[in-house]
Nanobody, 124 residues
Framework: QVQLVESGGGLVQAGGSLRLSCAAS????????MGWFRQAPGQERELVAS????????YYTESVKGRFIISRDNAKNTVYLQMSSLKPQDTAVYYC?????????????????WGQGTQVTVSS
């Protein structure tokens, strides 16, 4: 059973930057797509970004395009989310997740392993 541990969250002013990390252990990493989700209070969890198993194909939700970058280091079993130009509406708990496939098909239910989340708070 894979374990995913997020780190790097915190409090930052609007316009600032944070880098989230997600370290995987105990399971397959380098053959699976990975994703970052977020959930704000009272809202549904949404996919923020995903990356295929090789790091060659990425997806971003529209609201973060040009500001966030997802990357991975398969040698370190770690996926990253570099967040820049942060806005108060980016405030949420951010979760790392592992897909059951090497590519994110965009279909619901394909991210099957989850971390516990890290809080990101952006002040105005």
């Amino acid at each position: 059973q894979v374990q995913l541990v997020e780190s790097g969250g915190g409090l930052v002013q609007a316009g600032g930057s944070l880098r989230l990390s997600c370290a995987a252990s105990g399971g397959t990493f380098d053959s699976r797509a990975m994703g970052w989700f977020r959930q704000a209070p009272g809202q549904e969890r949404e996919l923020v970004a995903s990356i295929d198993y090789r790091g060659g194909t990425t997806y971003y939700t529209e609201s973060v395009k040009g500001r966030f970058i997802i990357s991975r280091d398969n040698a370190k079993n770690t996926v990253y989310l570099q967040m820049s130009s942060l806005k108060p509406q980016d405030t949420a708990v951010y979760y790392c997740a592992r897909n059951r496939n090497g590519y994110d098909s965009g279909l619901p239910g394909t991210f099957t392993s989850w971390g516990q989340g890290t809080q990101v708070t952006v002040s105005s």
